[in-house]
């Protein structure tokens, strides 16, 4: 999965032959600079590649401005002398209906990726402003190794400023030169397709370009999913919203001999147990979403992708709508604020009408960047509503009705769902949150807000574990040193699932199941580090551990909640897994110690809560749990499948 950073952070490349894909809200023109180990470019070996010297040793770049870029790249035909590569992105001036700086546009996305499109790396340039150049990302070679950089470094001197920092000889000729190349590519471009009728889908959350532009050299690309160039929007035209890794499904062909008619969906394209009625693409506007459009070599996986897909895209349009509300009301307030400067425009009926225009400006603004919302949440609604019916059970809520059909699976899952996020602007349209197996870090319920539920919550997602797992794969503990958690854990026992012991009470109990779950880790552990691991005590058990842990820390001692934070650090690597179901206020009297535990966890709620934030764009995600239906049996008729499934697998 494609590693999503931060300005600084960086990344390691695993080959030589990569991708460099660029998208943006708005045509802009791409160069790359060759730098020694101090960064600067040589003038003496022209290491600059830009649109009108497109070619270098080692690295491609496309010869006109678009909104979408790609640049080819071969570290291993870099001379010996370069050290970075620089990835820089400049806005096009002096062109009609052109953006003026980068803040009026969406948020610049670049991604490195294998030549066949396996993302590598991301980085989404936020917090622009007046910049009209930038140095979008930085590849660089350290003790024989190659990494990506994320910078985002951006200058409101535009071009030449941004040569100049890169010790680029004579900057301002330099910008100008490439200036006039792009534009002269753009003049030689071959007539724009037709534009696409209006309502018409681009993508998942696209909004319908009214120009286009051509690639060069392969290496402009400008339409995810058919692979047409979409380049400069015309004067009030929609903005491309699109995620660049989005790659809808295209309509098949139809066969030959067909006598017209929409062509059928592809069987594989279609989720187990879709009706054969499925809405079919309709040529006059969006194609009808199918379930499992996304790459994959399984449905599982192919939904698991779409899934991520649309996290993304709802995360990119809604980015969108409030950089468009923020810079509507920052121009807004800026009008205001010359108005106001002046003594004599400051009253009267001319300061009146000022105020007016600048209100309606402000509300033409964000109405306009609603309705490129609302058209992208409606795509967007419509395919969650083809894709949720055909999740697998690990990946639905429990009042799918797939559970009703649920089989004892052969093998785990790739993920399972913990729950549903959702963002203010689209409150109806719940993304479901899977979280990849074998879980690689714990769970924390917080249980401040209503210990029972937060409770029913943690058993919740052991019974989906449990159900998740073949028979016998997965075992589960509990800890409930004060038995307050009976009743909750209550279903797991009487369905039969659970076959170990009762949840262990009081401090005998707490010691006792830590001891046994340490020195399990410690085992394999040691066998895994020793290259034996078949070396372990016969009739060792090789299945996950889950476990749950009520209450805390009542019942803990030094020893135990030493031994409980190893089992948070070392026990996922060695199938060990924790579920804490507690307040972090009652654990205060240990102050920093448990620190690191807390960190180191999932924080989940039992009711929803704006809690999660994701750093690719910084929302703040409402999560809500998967809790069983009220009144509903369907986790008892799991669990007692899942127990008569038992002897069948010897467990």
């Not at 040569?163 to 490439?178: H, N, S, W």
């Not at 279903?491 to 707490?510: F, I, M, R, S, T």
């Not at 369907?634 to 002897?647: D, E, H, I, T």
Request: with cysteine; glycine share 10%; hydrophobic share 40%.
């Amino acid at each position: 999965m494609t590693a999503e950073l931060v300005r600084g952070q960086n990344h390691p490349l695993p080959g030589n032959r990569l991708e460099i894909r660029v998208s943006a809200g708005t045509p802009v023109v791409a160069a790359v600079t060759l730098g020694d180990d101090q960064g600067r470019v040589s003038g003496d070996q022209g290491w600059l590649a830009h649109p009108g010297e497109p070619q270098l040793p080692g690295v491609e770049v496309p010869r006109q401005a678009a909104a979408e870029h790609r640049l080819a790249v071969d570290l291993g035909a870099m001379p010996d002398e370069v050290h970075r590569v620089h990835v820089l992105l400049a806005l096009p001036g002096g062109r009609p209906g052109a953006a003026a700086v980068f803040g009026a546009v969406p948020a610049p996305h670049v991604e490195v990726t294998t030549p066949e499109g396996a993302g590598i790396a991301g980085f989404t340039i936020t917090g622009l402003g007046p910049e009209t150049a930038l140095l979008a990302a930085e590849l660089y070679r350290r003790q024989g190794a190659w990494k990506i950089r994320a910078v985002g470094q951006g200058y409101a001197g535009g071009l030449p400023a941004l040569l100049a920092d890169q010790g680029v000889p004579e900057p301002a000729d330099t910008a100008g030169r490439i200036h006039h190349a792009a534009d002269r590519e753009l003049a030689r471009s071959v007539t724009p397709p037709p534009e696409t009728p209006a309502g018409g889908r681009r993508a998942a959350t696209g909004a319908a370009p009214t120009g286009a532009s051509t690639s060069s050299a392969g290496t402009s690309e400008t339409s995810g999913a058919s692979g047409t160039s979409q380049g400069a929007t015309a004067s009030g035209g929609g903005i491309d919203y699109r995620h660049p890794r989005r790659r809808p499904t295209q309509p098949p062909a139809p066969q030959p001999g067909a006598t017209g008619g929409t062509p059928p969906i592809p069987a594989q394209a279609q989720a187990p147990g879709s009706a054969q009625g499925a809405p079919q693409p309709n040529p006059s506007g969006p194609p009808a979403p199918v379930a499992g459009d996304a790459a994959g070599w399984s449905m599982e996986e192919r939904l698991h992708n779409q899934i991520w897909g649309m996290f993304e895209d709802l995360a990119r349009t809604v980015a969108a709508y409030r950089s468009a509300e923020d810079f509507a009301q920052s121009r807004y307030d800026q009008e205001l604020d010359r108005l106001l400067a002046d003594p004599r425009s400051r009253s009267g009926a001319g300061a009146d009408a000022a105020r007016d225009a600048a209100e309606l400006k402000q509300m033409a603004l964000i109405d306009q960047a609603r309705a490129v919302l609302d058209r992208d949440l409606a795509q967007l609604a419509a395919e969650a509503e083809v894709v949720d019916p055909a999740l697998p059970p690990p990946f639905a809520g429990w009042e799918n009705p797939c559970w009703h059909g649920y089989q004892v699976p052969a093998e785990p899952p790739m993920a399972v769902r913990l729950g549903s996020l959702t963002l203010p602007e689209a409150p109806e349209l719940r993304i479901p949150l899977l979280a990849r197996l074998p879980l690689n870090r714990g769970l924390w319920i917080d249980s401040a807000e209503d210990r029972r539920l937060a409770m029913d919550v943690a058993v919740s997602i052991a019974a989906r574990l449990l159900a998740s797992h073949p028979a016998g794969a997965f075992a589960v503990h509990a800890l409930d040193p004060a038995g307050s958690g009976a009743q909750a854990l209550a279903p797991l026992q009487a369905g039969g699932a659970l076959v170990l012991p009762p949840p262990a009470a009081g401090v005998a109990g707490v010691s006792e199941v830590l001891g046994r779950l340490t020195e399990r880790v410690d085992l394999l552990h040691m066998a895994m580090r020793a290259g034996a691991p078949d070396a372990l005590p016969p009739g060792f058990d090789t299945a996950e551990q889950l476990l749950i842990v009520n209450e805390f820390p009542y019942a803990f001692d030094d020893r135990t909640v030493n031994q409980l934070r190893y089992l948070a650090d070392e026990g996922p690597a060695a199938g060990v897994h924790l579920l804490l179901v507690a307040d972090r206020e009652d654990a205060a009297a240990y102050g920093p110690v448990l620190d690191p535990l807390w960190r180191s966890m999932l924080r989940l709620t039992p009711l929803p809560s704006d809690h999660l934030a994701d750093p690719w764009v910084g929302h703040a995600w409402t999560f809500e749990p998967a809790l069983v239906p009220p009144g509903s049996d369907v986790l008892g008729q799991v669990l007692r499948r899942l127990a008569a499934a038992r002897p069948a697998y010897g467990a």
